[in-house]
């Protein structure tokens, strides 16, 4: 069965950084793309990062150049590295599995981002 | 960059009600449209791939249909545990754009 686990989420405030970690079981992280979807309060679905099989990293312009995405095969985890935090930050963070197509998603880990 | 749109934002129906929800994109994606159920509380979880084809034990009532630029997501018979917000997305290598989601609620 497939399973991803996001954990990592809390209260930070602007400025701060944050280390999402996205645990899976069932597939290898360096077989396939894993994205981060984020959803702020009440709001609709954001893609914000993906690293496919070769291990090629992309973000959302919102979040290029103060997020990095990363894996750890010998872990079969996925970070989401988050600097320099910003109140519009503060969303639900799911991470995902596929590519083109989200067949997969966790449950998600809220990243509240207030002073 | 391709932007999604969909219609309406909201929509009440009853329960055996058909529901249809509409997804444009801003230029021709082919089939590359997949469909998205969000349950409130929930994480998405994924309904339909490359516009039509249903996923392994979602419901028949379910179906979605178009290419191009327009896009049909159809609920054939409401019930009340489809009470959820439906989004379309599209991948345009290497991003994943999101429509802005459909909230369905019972009437």
């Known amino acids: 069965d497939v399973q991803l686990v996001e954990s990592g989420g809390g209260l930070v405030r602007p400025g701060e950084s944050r280390r999402l970690s996205c645990a899976v079981s069932g597939f290898s992280v360096s077989s396939t793309y894993v994205s981060w979807v984020r959803q702020a309060p009440g709001k609709g679905l954001e893609w914000v990062s993906v690293v496919n099989s070769g291990g090629t990293t992309y973000y959302a312009d919102s979040v290029k150049g103060r997020f990095t995405t990363s894996r750890e095969s010998s872990k079969n985890t996925v970070y989401l590295q988050m600097n320099s935090l910003r109140v519009e930050d503060t969303a639900i963070y799911y991470c995902?599995?596929?590519?083109?197509?989200?067949?997969?998603w966790g449950q998600g880990t809220l990243v509240a981002v207030s002073s | 960059d391709i932007q999604m749109t969909q219609s309406p934002s909201s929509l009440s129906a009853s329960v055996g009600d058909r529901v249809t929800i509409t997804c444009q994109a801003s230029?021709?994606?082919?089939?590359?449209l997949h469909w998205y159920q969000q349950i409130p509380g929930k994480a998405p979880t994924l309904l339909i791939s490359?516009?039509?084809k249903l996923e392994s034990g979602v419901p028949s009532r379910f179906s979605g249909s178009g290419s191009g630029t327009e896009f049909t997501f159809t609920i054939n018979s409401l019930q009340p545990e489809d009470i959820a917000t439906y989004y379309c997305q599209h991948y345009d290598n290497p991003r994943y754009t999101f429509g802005p989601g459909t909230k369905v609620e019972i009437k």
């Open positions: 490359d516009a039509s």
């Open positions: 230029e021709d994606i082919s089939d590359y």
């Open positions: 995902a599995r596929g590519e083109g197509v989200l067949h997969s």
